[in-house]
């Protein structure tokens, strides 16, 4: 290889490496030469060009503010949910109401909002969403009482390695994020995945129907939120005497017709 050879091959290396930019100011255009010239930071005003220019070549649009979320004409300002409903909070640009509703999907799937309550008077608003807001914690307190289990959040060091094994009839722990934030505590995370194709790890199939230990209810869930199997030397007190409870009620022989109660 000769010299040249090699300095090309350098060359060419070293370009690879680097992203050369140029800017280009006419010198016959003196309107936009004087315009550059008046800048008082040229160098950041350069470095913003490159940067953009390198963005655009990389892919990546330019961040925008998200989108003003609304419901008819209402801008929603506040959005929460708690005790299982979703609370909403808006004004109204054009006439200068506030309001105020639930919002929740009807049996055909489509968004309602109902129990809106409209008024000029923001603080009229407000308390209603105040009160509604604090009606759903009293919901929450309710439940958490009712169970009266120490609130804990399992994670996946409380399941089992990862396995292509199904894991229908299974325990299994719902992941946290999943839930709504009320509701991220392991009784409602540990339940049997009783059947869906989702039980079955790289299947097609999404679903898992999934009854929860502690109450025995029965819901649907999507594979991607199921975190593992449950290891049931990880999982609470009152989960584990839940799970004797199960499998004695399971492995207890069946009465036979006929005989006496």
Not at 35 to 58: C, N, S, T, V
Not at 59 to 69: I, L, S, T
Not at 186 to 209: H, M
């Amino acid at each position: 290889m000769t010299n040249y050879q090699k300095r090309k091959e350098k060359n060419d290396e070293y370009r690879s490496k680097i992203m050369r930019f140029t800017f280009q100011l006419s010198l016959g255009d003196g309107e936009v030469r004087d315009w550059f010239e008046q800048q008082p930071e040229k160098g950041a005003y350069l470095k913003k060009l490159i940067l953009r220019d390198k963005a655009e070549q990389l892919g990546y649009g330019e961040q925008k503010a998200p989108k003003q979320r609304k419901v008819g004409d209402y801008e929603i300002m506040q959005e929460i949910r708690m005790g299982g409903r979703v609370l909403l909070m808006g004004f109204h640009p054009m006439d200068g109401t506030y309001m105020t509703c639930y919002e929740q999907y009807n049996f055909l799937g489509e968004t309602i909002y109902p129990e809106a309550v409209a008024s000029k008077d923001y603080l009229e608003i407000a308390n209603t969403f105040i009160e509604r807001l604090q009606m759903q914690l009293e919901k929450v307190k309710e439940f958490r009482a009712a169970r009266n289990i120490p609130q804990v959040v399992l994670g996946a060091e409380d399941c089992l390695p990862q396995s292509e094994e199904s894991f229908q009839g299974k325990l299994i722990v719902v992941r946290s994020s999943s839930l709504a934030p009320e509701y991220r505590t392991a009784d409602c995370q540990l339940g049997f995945a009783i059947s869906g194709f989702g039980c079955t790890p790289g299947s097609r199939g999404r679903a898992v129907f999934f009854q929860e230990l502690y109450s025995g209810e029965r819901c649907r869930w999507d594979a991607s939120d199921i975190l593992g199997v449950a290891n049931p030397e990880k999982i609470p007190d009152w989960a584990k005497e839940k799970l004797r409870e199960y499998e004695q009620k399971r492995t207890e022989p069946k009465k036979e017709r006929g005989t006496a109660r």
